[in-house]
């Protein structure tokens, strides 16, 4: 079945950029996601990318896919300690209507 | 907009019993669907609703149910509680099940079972 998988910690210093990487297994995936789960609350969609597309931009936020590899990247623009979470990957192949989570890459940012 | 809003937010719950958790999906959203999330397994899918009928379903045993009313507010029922159902219970919503803009969580309902 369909399989996506993250790094689990990323480190980073406040003001750095980070990120983070997510490769998925089903070569027809549609729509792939981000989401960022803050302590006690749920998950947050902060964006999606179609498959047809290459990156996608937003504020501090760039997605690339590289659809022949099957990876995805999250680039976060002079990261905050707010931006400390958990960042999840999920992707919706083609004949499914429901997303496939990895287990989410612990963002951790020091000053 | 009101987001997707969880009660109770958190349960302490004992072997054997039941419980019933409870979801209101953003306004003009019509599916709802359920999810456990726990350290080992990460984010699994239960169920999800639409138009009040079940739609999709994941691999979890028939002691987890659930169902939608008419507003599209939906339920989640546990029965015979085991150690093992301890977890975060995420409702999220979207427009319907063909929605592939992605889902809108609520905070969740934290399970505890003893």
């Known amino acids: 079945g369909e399989d996506v998988e993250q790094s689990l910690f990323l480190s980073v210093r406040e003001g750095d950029s980070s990120v983070i990487n997510c490769t998925y297994t089903?070569?027809?995936?549609?729509?792939l996601y981000w989401y960022k789960q803050e302590p006690g609350a749920g998950l947050q969609l902060l964006t999606y990318?179609?498959?047809?597309?290459d990156m996608k931009q937003d504020q501090r936020l760039t997605v690339l896919l590289n659809k022949k590899d099957k990876h995805l990247s999250l680039r976060i623009a002079d990261t905050q300690t707010g931006d400390s979470a958990i960042y999840f990957c999920?992707?919706?192949?083609?004949?499914?209507?429901?997303?496939?989570f990895g287990r989410g890459t612990s963002l951790i940012v020091h000053p | 907009k009101a987001g997707v809003t969880q009660t109770p937010r958190y349960l302490i719950k004992t072997r054997g019993q039941q419980v019933t958790l409870s979801c209101s999906p953003i306004?003009?959203?019509?599916?709802v669907s359920w999810y456990q999330q726990t350290p080992g397994q990460g984010l699994q899918f239960l169920f999800e609703?639409?138009?009040?009928?079940?739609?999709n379903k994941g691999n979890f045993p028939g002691r987890f149910s659930g169902r939608q009313f008419s507003n599209s507010r939906s339920e989640m029922n546990v029965s015979t509680l085991e150690l093992g159902d301890s977890a975060l219970y995420l409702c999220?919503?979207?427009?319907?099940?063909?929605?592939?803009?992605?889902?809108?969580f609520g905070p969740g309902t934290r399970l505890t079972v003893t």
């Open positions: 999220a919503s979207r427009f319907a099940p063909s929605d592939r803009l992605g889902q809108y």
């Open positions: 089903d070569s027809s995936s549609t729509y």
């Open positions: 990318i179609f498959s047809n597309m």
């Open positions: 999920a992707e919706i192949s083609g004949g499914s209507y429901i997303p496939t």
């Open positions: 306004s003009g959203h019509r599916s």
């Open positions: 609703y639409f138009s009040e009928t079940q739609r």
